[in-house]
Each structure stands twice: as C-alpha cells, then as structure tokens.
C-alpha cells in the first residue's frame, strides 16, 4: 500500500491551461504538504495544512491554489501554466507540527510546453 | 535568510569505501535534522535525523553528527554499496514550523 499517492505521475501540458495534481495519504497524518523540486534538485515547501487548515503559504503565486477536501487528501490546482512552473512537484504528510514521520510522494512531473 | 546545505556537489566513492556527506545550516533556532535520500524518479525517503540535544546518531550502516557550535551536520555511510547512489538532503526543523526547510542536497555516485 502506497502511503503517499499522487497523480498523474507525468503531466505535460501547454502554457495558459489549467491542471491539477492529486494527493492522498494513507498514514493517519494531520499534516500534507506541497513541495516543488526544480531543475537543480533544490526542494522548497509551497503549502502546508494542518486538518484541512492552511498554514503554511510561501508567497506562491495565486495561480496556484491548494484544496483539502479532508485531512488524507491535499490537491493543487494550477491555473493560467507558465513555462517556470516546469518542476516536479511533491506532496508530503507529517504527524501534526513536528517533522515526524515525514512521509514524501513519488512526486508529480511537470512540464508546460 | 534561512538556508541549508550547499549548492549540489557530486561526491565520488569506491563501492566498500565510507561516504561522509556534509552540509551547512544557518538557522540556530532549528532543532531538528533530518537525512534524506532521492533515487532518481522518486520522492525523498528517510535515512536517520537527529534532536539538537544530541550530538551523534547511529542506525545501519549510517552515522549523523551535528556540531551545533559551528552549524554542520554530516552523514557517515558505512561501506558504501551500489544502492546507495542517490541524492542526498538535510533537512532542518523547529518545533512546530510546519515545514521542512531542506539543503540544495549532494550526489553520491557509488563506482564498482
């Protein structure tokens, strides 16, 4: 059983459509997370919640809007795709707060041609 | 700012040989660390971490040390293997940040 799920794998899209990535964990976490990994590896966080609560905004252009229907679920929704939001694009769970237990997806690969 | 770690570096080992990872933080509030690994085309896993109370932490084959004096952590690996050809990450937290603030990370290429 996979405890961090996302989907589609591999997204490759034209620059102005909108696209969303899925993300489910199975772990009984409190916490999900988006990260965005660029072309130099370098992982920075975009968005956290807390059960469903968003806390954690890095100034993220608006374009990009995270939902939590429940607490095992985070989606990104990414509107009007410019060619720099090419990356890959992780979502993560944690038990509350603290780090533990920090549990990364296989990841989301996009491309925006 | 915050930062973690180093631009990539690629780092070099004969298989059998002990592979030390290194990495630099700036954050003195940060309290705990954590060791990642990225294979290519998956998501980072975890090694081992360390709490800022301690100072060295053993699990198989892996060894984290943390100097909290001058700010580095570093990662031991025991008799490197093949498998281990990855990316490596640390990772800083605080207490209750809600996020992981990671290194830029460094490549172990393992030769045979």
């Given at each position: 059983d996979t405890a961090v799920s996302q989907t589609p794998k591999y997204l490759v899209t034209q620059m102005g459509n909108d696209k969303s990535i899925k993300c489910e964990q199975n772990?009984?976490?409190d916490t999900m997370y988006w990260y965005k990994q660029d072309s130099k590896k370098f992982l920075k966080i975009m968005f956290s919640y807390n059960n469903k609560e968003l806390i954690i905004n890095e100034t993220v252009p608006n374009r990009f809007s995270p939902k939590s229907p429940d607490k095992a679920h985070l989606n990104l929704h990414i509107n009007s795709l410019e060619l720099g939001d090419s990356a890959v694009y992780f979502c993560a769970s944690s038990e509350g707060g603290y780090s533990l237990g920090y549990t990364f997806g296989s990841g989301t690969r996009l491309t925006v041609v | 700012g915050e930062s973690v770690g180093l631009h990539l570096p690629t780092l070099s080992v004969q298989e059998g040989d002990n592979s030390i990872i290194n990495c630099a933080y700036?954050?003195?509030?940060?309290d705990y660390f954590i060791w990642y690994k990225q294979e290519s085309g998956k998501g980072p896993q975890f090694i081992i971490d360390i709490r800022s109370n301690m100072d060295k932490r053993q699990g198989q084959r892996v060894t984290v040390l943390l100097n909290k004096t001058v700010k580095h952590l570093s990662l031991q690996i025991a008799a490197?293997?093949?498998?281990?050809?990855a990316v490596y990450f640390c990772a800083e937290d605080r207490d209750s940040s809600y996020k992981l603030i990671f290194g830029s990370g460094t490549r172990l290429l393992v030769r045979p």
């Open positions: 772990l009984g976490h | 700036s954050n003195s509030a940060s490197t293997q093949p498998g281990d050809s």
